[in-house]
């Protein structure tokens, strides 16, 4: 039989570059597969279309001509699986220049450890950015994005976004937004915002069930051999989610196909609660296989004392992740 790795198998050391493509799961999206159930969803297919097509808005050739105005961003605001991420994959795909893509999170990352010199110099050079899943969460990411932003959008590259906040609402239940306004106020005014409303795509109703004992041991023995399978329990991966900084989930994730945990339990803690949304947020986005065991229902996995506040979407779409990936 081949062996099964646990967390301690895994090599914490190396660096990962980051790589600035779509992820596994959104390499190969394309406009043409994108099909409008609502009509939102139409114009915004057809708006991220003709923006990436558009022009780079022209210097006024006299400083005290006027040109109107127009945002070189783009908002895609809306609830999960109405196709956001499907749309900036499919804008990556179909731009021909210089394009970057990464998440939000990744981004704030790197600036920080680049300084804001240094990210202008490294990562100051697109034409077009695709930055998924926009969330502002605390007054420091909220003044280096800013600063950043303010840099790409003065040499005319176009931003395009996604986020489950409208721009203006950014922060709010975070942090005290309003002491922020005018640095809020100042990244949403070079964003167009499109709201993209309609049913979830994966027309999910109800959760999946978690598994039961017998059916968890049967996926691990019929999934197939070849895959680098890895097996632990609850609360082994809890230590490796508090142990690692949630950038550097991707680095372990990427040494694996199929991860397989048992002895699941409601997570108590809304700091636990967000460092496992994001750990699935990446695990999802890497195509990872995901078995999980345990007497609850996958619908008490976040607990009644955070699930409904300001983290709630994100609680819920992880849920349907999971769903999903429980399904796979
Ligand atoms: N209108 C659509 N046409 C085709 N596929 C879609 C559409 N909307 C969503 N999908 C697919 O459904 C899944 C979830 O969509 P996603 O883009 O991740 O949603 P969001 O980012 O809005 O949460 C993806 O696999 C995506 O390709
Ligand atoms: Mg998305």
């Known amino acids: 039989m081949p062996k ?8 914490y050391s190396q660096n990962l570059k980051p790589e600035f493509v779509p992820p596994p799961r959104f390499g190969k999206t394309s406009f043409s597969t994108y099909k409008p159930s609502h009509s939102s969803q139409e114009i915004a297919l057809g708006r991220v279309q003709s923006f990436l097509g558009q022009e780079a808005r022209a210097k006024s050739k006299w400083p005290w001509q006027k040109t109107p105005f127009r945002a070189n961003g783009l908002y895609l605001d809306g609830g999960f699986g109405v196709g956001k991420t499907h749309l900036l994959a499919a804008a990556y795909d179909s731009f021909k220049a210089q394009k970057i893509y990464l998440s939000f999170s990744e981004l704030v990352h790197l600036i920080g450890v680049l300084g804001r010199q240094g990210a202008k110099k490294e990562l100051g050079n697109y034409q077009l950015y695709c930055i998924d899943e926009f969330e502002l969460d605390d007054p420091g990411n909220t003044l280096i994005v800013k600063s950043f932003l303010a840099d790409v959008f003065v040499t005319n590259a176009k931003v395009i976004t996604t986020s489950n906040t409208a721009p203006e ?16 106020q100042s990244i949403a005014k070079n964003f ?17 069930s978690l598994y039961s004992n017998s059916e968890f041991n049967n996926a691990i023995l019929s999934q197939e051999d070849s895959l680098k399978k890895l097996k632990a329990s609850w609360s082994e991966l809890f230590d490796i989610l508090r142990n690692n900084h949630p950038i550097n989930y991707l680095k372990f994730l990427k040494q694996i196909d199929a991860l397989y945990i048992y002895d699941v339990a409601t997570i108590a803690w809304q700091t636990d609660a967000l460092r496992f949304v994001h750990f699935i947020d990446k695990l ?9 065991t345990a007497d609850i229902e996958l619908s008490e996995l976040f607990d009644d004392s955070y699930i409904n506040t300001a983290y709630a979407k994100k609680h819920y779409r992880c849920l349907s992740r999971i769903s999903e990936l429980l399904e796979e």
């Open 4 to 11: 099964i790795l646990s967390f301690s198998d895994l090599d």
């Open 169 to 184: 609402a950014q922060g709010q239940g975070r942090f005290n937004a309003e002491d922020f306004k005018r640095e809020i």
């Open 192 to 208: 167009e915002l499109l709201s993209i409303d309609g049913p979830d795509y994966r027309k999910r109703e109800s959760l999946a």
């Open 284 to 292: 999802y986005d890497l195509k990872i296989s995901l078995k999980m």
